[in-house]
């Protein structure tokens, strides 16, 4: 370098930032040891903002404009440098601008499931992906929480590190977001919402605005999710609708297995179901006739004492399930509400059928 540049690079008179790429969020001004002129000229142009640092300490923030640095338009780096009745010298300081733009389209996702608690299915993992854009809402923030003292600091810089709050954030949100599971696929609109505005209430103690919070997909188990459109088939959410739904499946299965008789528990049950279905049509053509809506066909509900404790309450078709397996029995002792006591299963008119469909034991093999 010659004695020439030496002078001409010797102090600093204008102070800017053309910024060129689509990812920088804070970029030093480079001083290169020089010093900043009394009466430079500081250009921050939108969507920037210009932050003084004196010896590790925020000083001045510059919004948007034109400014002639002196006493005036730095009150707090002239109080930091001790400057009561202005200065005439040049000074040193480190200048970052940051780019307060919205930086859209950051990709977000579950590496790992998530795990929420359902009152009906029990704990389900979920998987969940998405789409964010953020801003700087406070750079003197941003730059003490997040960038430190790096001369140049990128969106990818930071992306890990919301990725990982966002994943936390969106997890509570949907854990008290009191969705059904079953709609989770018709209103991601709304997780949406709740997960914007749980992350804003943690996003502000560093300085940064999420400005939209996608969520794209919520994914689960083949399993679960089989069992759920099965479930919303139903007439009405009924938590005992589940469980009845199962058990019909068990003895339907059941049913087809001829080592345990399914023969016979395929007729009864089908009996059963027949008288069933004929009883509430014609409740149905008397009502109708009587200008009156069918009351609902009443449900027969049992406690059972199985292994020396209560369980239940089981209805019929639980029961039925229950005899095929063996773990009702004739004599196994039965209640259900206005009987006085317990009582064998033989004993109550309504369990007749069950064992009538039942087979008995098999003949001992032949020597």
């Not at 109708?288 to 209805?315: C, L």
């Amino acid at each position: 370098m010659g004695l020439f540049d030496k002078l001409k690079n010797e102090f600093i008179d204008i102070i800017e930032w053309v910024d060129s790429s689509k990812d920088t969020i804070v970029w030093k001004f480079p001083r290169y040891q020089n010093e900043i002129k009394n009466g430079a000229k500081l250009t921050v142009r939108e969507s920037q903002v210009a932050v003084f640092m004196n010896e590790g300490k925020i000083a001045d923030v510059f919004q948007p404009g034109m400014y002639t640095l002196n006493t005036e338009n730095m009150p707090i780096l002239a109080t930091l440098k001790g400057w009561k009745y202005g200065f005439n010298s040049p000074f040193k300081v480190d200048v970052y601008f940051v780019n307060t733009k919205q930086f859209i389209d950051q990709k977000w996702g579950t590496k790992n499931p998530i795990t929420v608690d359902d009152k009906r299915f029990g704990l389900i993992e979920l998987r969940s992906f998405g789409s964010f854009a953020f801003r700087v809402s406070d750079a003197g923030k941003f730059i003490k929480e997040i960038a430190g003292t790096n001369e140049n600091y990128n969106t990818e810089d930071v992306a890990e590190q919301l990725r990982s709050m966002i994943v936390t954030k969106f997890t509570d949100a949907v854990g008290e977001g009191n969705i059904p599971i079953e709609k989770f696929a018709a209103n991601l609109d709304e997780l949406s919402k709740l997960g914007q505005d749980k992350l804003n209430t943690d996003f502000v103690e560093y300085g940064l605005t999420i400005t939209k919070f996608l969520v794209e997909n919520v994914s689960m188990p083949e399993d679960l999710k089989k069992e759920i459109f099965s479930y919303s088939r139903l007439n009405a959410i009924d938590m005992n609708k589940l469980a009845q739904f199962n058990t019909a499946n068990a003895i339907k299965d059941a049913a087809k297995n001829e080592g345990l008789g399914g023969a016979g528990i395929g007729m009864g049950v089908g009996m059963g179901m027949g008288n069933m279905m004929s009883n509430m049509f014609n409740q149905t053509v008397m009502n109708q006739q009587n200008n009156s809506v069918p009351p609902p066909p009443p449900t027969i509900q049992f406690h059972v004492v199985i292994g020396g404790a209560q369980a239940g309450p089981f209805n019929l078709q639980q029961l039925q399930a229950m005899a095929t397996s063996g773990q009702l029995t004739k004599s196994t002792l039965v209640w259900k509400a206005g009987m006085a006591n317990w009582a064998s299963a033989e004993s109550q008119p309504e369990l007749a059928a069950i064992f009538t469909s039942v087979p008995p034991p098999p003949p001992p093999p032949v020597g």
